[in-house]
């Protein structure tokens, strides 16, 4: 990265001191880690250990941002939930263009703390979209910002039933994504 475009990623993480932020290169390796990302998803693994690149809480960051965000060559974003802490956290994936077409390209990904205040009536849902009571229930895991397949552990489920389920329920809502489903069952 040239000074400038390292001058300028500096700007927007100053600017935004209480999040998380990762900046990975496109074969997944931490370029830049600040505390609060490394206090947020450290929590997702065991070990706390990050004295150098390889060590398991980075490989299990990048983990945690790939399973949450998928390919990170476009922007996109998740609500993921911690069951340690049960601390609920968005996490925002911005591609950014190589500098000047030569180098790596790399991502960078926002983390911040998310306070959910609301909630729903499960069967009023269920009956207003026609929902199946698994339908409901599958419904109720997406709006904790769960992943399949932590809704699969806790629904005993596989993932790839939770995954019909969500199909399922997206057709039912008439969305095509998750959080088009949390959006019409959240006011």
């Known amino acids: 990265m040239d000074d400038s475009t390292i001058s300028h990623l500096n700007k927007i993480i100053s600017n935004r001191l209480t999040s998380g932020v990762v900046i990975l290169d496109e074969s997944g390796e931490i370029l830049y880690l600040n505390q609060e990302a490394h206090s947020i998803l450290s929590t997702f693994s065991a070990n706390n250990d990050s004295s150098d690149k390889d060590s398991p809480i980075n490989k299990a960051i990048v983990e945690t941002i790939k399973e949450n965000l998928g390919p ?33 390209s790399c991502v960078m990904v926002l983390i911040e703390g998310v306070t959910i205040h609301r909630k729903f009536d499960m069967d009023v849902v269920q009956k207003q979209f026609g929902l199946t009571k698994r339908e409901a229930e599958v419904t109720f895991c997406l709006t904790k910002g769960l992943t399949n397949k932590e809704i699969a552990n806790i629904l005993s489920l596989s993932p790839e039933t939770v995954h019909d389920y969500v199909k399922q329920v997206m057709k039912k809502f008439k969305t095509t994504t998750r959080a088009g489903i949390v959006g019409k069952v959240l006011p």
């Open 72 to 104: 990170l060559n476009e922007p996109s974003s998740s609500i993921i939930q911690c069951a340690n802490t049960d601390s609920t956290y968005s996490l925002r994936a911005l591609p950014l263009d190589k500098p000047h077409k030569k180098g790596k």
